[in-house]
């Protein structure tokens, strides 16, 4: 029975689970290190902080089970990726560290050492979302291969292209930072919030279009995906869906609304993921290398799936249960440290 589960196209659907909860989830909480830039007030950031205390590092767990799954269910495409991409990964990573470090540091310092982690937290969750973004521009410009070797240089990975995914990745985290922000607190920075969202939506929309204008002229494997008949009766619903989308978002805040802006900011986000499926399916590491052809063996990849079978829904239900538990709006003096 076992024989007849396409296996590597289940684990390709699982890791792509992963990645879009680790964005969605992780995302808003380095938005909020990021609207750091703009908010001075040591309450305000405090209070920032405490909104996000009880699930950051719970979000994280999506990327090690995103990068450990690669490891383990697509070793040739961990083995291609990494050395293509080892500069913004490794950047990430110690910005993931760094920030981590400064979140808890940031709350036993005194005096002028509070200012230092507090850019600390600042630094690293700008860095952190920027690497993300030079790593998704990475792979949908595509990676040189040759054999089953990464043949490409130490710094093809950085383009014009890559930086500008950079930095819609790092604008579009400012953005769920913002939502999350306006569900949670109020006050004046639940409005600054609101102000910052909308100026956020904006150049988050503007930078989905130049994104996506670019992206076809990459390779002409994806104009042909995005184009041609009958593709492009599923891919034209994309824009139309953005659109759609977008003006919901528009009116829940002008509605005033809590929690919307946050729910259709996450639509948004993950139609883009969906037009980066498109993209890149079926390639791990476009335009060569293709999910099945990386795949492990089908005795690994059952025995790994009997342990997702177990971890993953136990991962999803602590983290449901973990935003039940700390839900509803922060007030100045609450925390949790």
């Not at 890149?280 to 999910?291: D, E, G, K, R, T």
């Amino acid at each position: 029975m076992t024989a007849t589960i396409d296996l590597p196209l289940v684990w390709a659907a699982i890791l792509a689970f992963a990645v879009l909860a680790y964005v969605l989830l992780d995302g808003f909480d380095l938005g909020v290190g990021i609207l750091f830039a703009v908010e001075r007030s040591r309450d305000d950031r405090d209070l920032m902080v405490n909104t996000i205390a009880p699930v950051w590092d719970g979000n994280e767990t999506w990327l090690v089970l995103g990068g450990g799954g690669l490891f383990a269910v697509f070793p040739l495409a961990y083995s291609i990726i990494l050395p293509a991409l080892y500069p913004p990964i490794i950047a990430m990573l110690l910005a993931l560290v760094f920030r981590g470090v400064a979140f808890e540091f940031r709350f036993r310092a005194t005096g002028s050492g509070r200012a230092w982690w507090d850019v600390a937290f600042f630094s690293g969750s700008t860095m952190a979302a920027l690497c993300q973004g030079l790593v998704l521009g990475g792979l949908l410009q595509g990676i040189h291969v040759k054999g089953v070797s990464y043949s490409g240089g130490w710094w093809d990975w950085l383009t014009g292209f890559t930086v500008l995914c950079g930095l819609a990745v790092v604008v579009g985290y400012t953005l769920l930072g913002s939502c999350w922000l306006i569900w949670r607190t109020e006050g004046p920075l639940h409005e600054r919030c609101r102000r910052y969202a909308r100026t956020m939506a904006v150049a988050v929309l503007a930078l989905i279009v130049v994104v996506t204008l670019w992206t076809p002229m990459l390779q002409g494997s994806l104009a042909a995906r995005w184009f041609r008949w009958p593709d492009i009766a599923f891919t034209a619903a994309v824009p139309v869906l953005l659109i759609l989308l977008a003006a919901g978002f528009w009116r829940s805040l002008s509605a005033r609304r809590q929690a919307l802006p946050l729910l259709f900011a996450y639509g948004i986000f993950i139609l883009c993921y969906a037009g980066l499926l498109i993209s890149l399916y079926p390639y791990l590491v476009p335009p060569a290398i293709s999910f099945r052809d990386a795949a492990a063996p089908h005795a690994s990849l059952l025995f790994l799936l009997v342990g997702a079978a177990i971890t993953v829904p136990m991962i999803l239900g602590y983290t449901v249960y973990a935003y039940s538990v700390f839900k509803g709006k922060m007030r100045p003096g609450e925390g949790y440290h």
